[in-house]
């Protein structure tokens, strides 16, 4: 959550943010999810932002990047997988930080992520359940795509226990009794 507002996939600062406020409703309407990748192009050659990154009880991080990404889960739209080992039922939140610093590092990290490389160029991975990204200066924020205030700081902290996942699994069915047809 982010002050107190739940989220379910990922919240972000940067260039993440800014992609989804830019992207006009009309051009989404049209063409769909290009409209995205034309307004991160727009966005490819922004001044990085400073930040620090807190998380749990560790020292802080001073990192240069572009943008900062918590997820829950790992996958963006389009099944492609930002976060490989996020998972969303570990208590833990997985943070990116992406920081190209020209295009041909946008391009490397791009294919990187696209190809499901185990090191993706310019991005480092860290794990916790409670991160505070502190920028230099304001940044625009989203939680799930949806854009929030912008701010120099997004806590972040696990809800334990706050959506529960209800999954079919056949063969444990405790309805079926021993030796009886299984149900489909």
């Known amino acids: 959550e982010v002050d ?12 993440d943010a800014k992609l989804l ?16 990748v034309l307004s991160a192009v727009k966005h490819l050659r922004d001044r990085p932002m400073r930040v620090e990154i807190q998380i749990d009880d560790d020292p802080p991080l001073r990192r240069r990047a572009r943008t900062v990404v918590v997820g829950n889960v790992g996958r963006l739209q389009g099944g492609v997988r930002l976060l490989a080992d996020a998972e969303p039922d570990n208590g833990q939140l997985d943070v990116a930080i992406l920081a190209p610093r020209h295009l041909a590092h946008w391009a490397a990290m791009a294919w990187g992520i696209l190809r499901r490389h185990e090191h993706v160029p310019r991005m480092e991975v860290l ?3 409670r991160i505070t990204i502190t920028s230099d200066r304001d940044q625009p924020c989203q939680l799930d795509g949806d854009v929030i205030e912008p701010r120099r700081t997004l806590s972040v902290t696990v809800r334990p226990a706050a959506l529960w996942l209800c999954v079919y699994q056949p063969d444990r069915s405790p ?10």
């Open 127 to 129: 794990r916790g359940a």
């Open 175 to 184: 309805d079926l009794a021993e030796g009886s047809p299984k149900k489909r």
């Open 21 to 36: 406020e830019d992207a006009s409703t009309t051009l989404k309407a049209r063409i769909g999810s290009l409209a995205y």
């Open 4 to 15: 107190g507002q739940a989220f379910a996939v990922m919240a972000g600062m940067g260039f």
